[in-house]
């Protein structure tokens, strides 16, 4: 049975206080690993796409890596603003770009 | 663009109750779908739609109807409504272009059913 697993399921840090967040997987033919970030009351918004292990992407604070089992989030000196829930989800080969998710991390940064 | 846009943000129903969920894209996106949010359990996929006159069931359909006459529009029908169904609803629409297949979800409708 295809698998998406997050953890830390939540995290605390300080400000400026670096760490990762993990997605581990358990699948069949992975198409592409998504990232998304979620705000309290909002929709899934949009960060990174992976397609091959290795491959790796950058966004402000943020820096997404694969490998063939999982990837992570990790997170540069985070500031308060980057609180929010940080959703995985894959892509499988033939699922129609059906996505499955992973249940998040809620990250939180204090001051 | 607006986006992906859903209305009503928040509804309450009583059980076997009947409503439907809107959910309108002007993106021109080709591919649209339904998700429910629970605690713990992360997002679920409900029922999609690959084109206009094209829809599928998800990973938990029951309970739900879809239909896709237009491309912009991909409402959800509960038929009877549930306490099962008391979650948070998402519509996502995707670009579908092969090169990111990137979804873009809409703010959701917090539902209630007592």
């Known amino acids: 049975e295809d698998q998406v697993t997050q953890s830390p399921e939540a995290l605390r840090l300080q400000e400026g206080e670096s760490s990762s967040l993990n997605c581990s997987y358990t699948?069949?033919?992975?198409?592409?690993l998504f990232w998304y970030r979620q705000d309290p009351g909002k929709g899934p918004e949009f960060l990174f796409t992976l397609y091959s292990a290795g491959e790796e992407k950058e966004k402000e604070r943020l820096k997404a890596t694969l490998t063939k089992k999982e990837s992570f989030l990790h997170i540069t000196a985070p500031k308060p603003e980057d609180s929010a829930t940080y959703l995985c989800?894959?892509?499988?080969?033939?699922?129609?770009?059906?996505?499955?998710f992973g249940s998040g991390t809620q990250l939180t940064v204090l001051p | 663009n607006a986006g992906v846009t859903q209305t009503p943000k928040f509804q309450v129903l009583k059980t076997g109750q009947s409503m439907t969920l809107q959910c309108a894209q002007d993106?021109?996106?080709?591919?649209m779908s339904w998700y429910r949010q629970d605690p713990g359990m992360g997002l679920r996929l409900i029922h999609y739609s690959v084109g206009a006159g094209i829809t599928d069931q998800g990973e938990v359909p029951n309970g739900y109807n879809v239909s896709r006459s237009t491309t912009e529009d991909f409402p959800l029908r509960l038929l009877s409504a549930a306490p099962s169904q008391t979650s948070v609803y998402f519509c996502a629409s995707t670009t579908g272009t092969g090169s990111t297949d990137t979804q873009y979800f809409g703010p959701g409708t917090r539902l209630t059913v007592l």
């Open positions: 699948v069949s033919g992975l198409r592409g």
């Open positions: 993106m021109n996106h080709e591919y």
């Open positions: 989800a894959v892509h499988l080969s033939g699922s129609a770009r059906q996505l499955t």
